[in-house]
């Protein structure tokens, strides 16, 4: 059960990392999100 909680919040800070960064980059939103995406991705990768 462990696994499976790991695999879902690793998959979701991966893609909503990504997600916040575009929406920084591509839509012009606040580099806030740009920043909570990097950090997003940071644990991720961790």
């Known amino acids: 059960m462990k696994a499976i909680l790991v695999f879902l919040l690793s998959g ?3 893609i909503g990392g ?5 929406l920084w980059l ?4 606040s580099a806030i ?3 909570l995406g990097a ?3 940071f644990f991720f990768m961790a």
């Open 33 to 35: 999100l740009g920043l």
């Open 18 to 22: 990504g997600y916040l960064i575009w």
């Open 26 to 29: 591509r839509e012009g939103h």
């Open 12 to 14: 979701l800070a991966e």
């Open 39 to 41: 950090a997003a991705l």
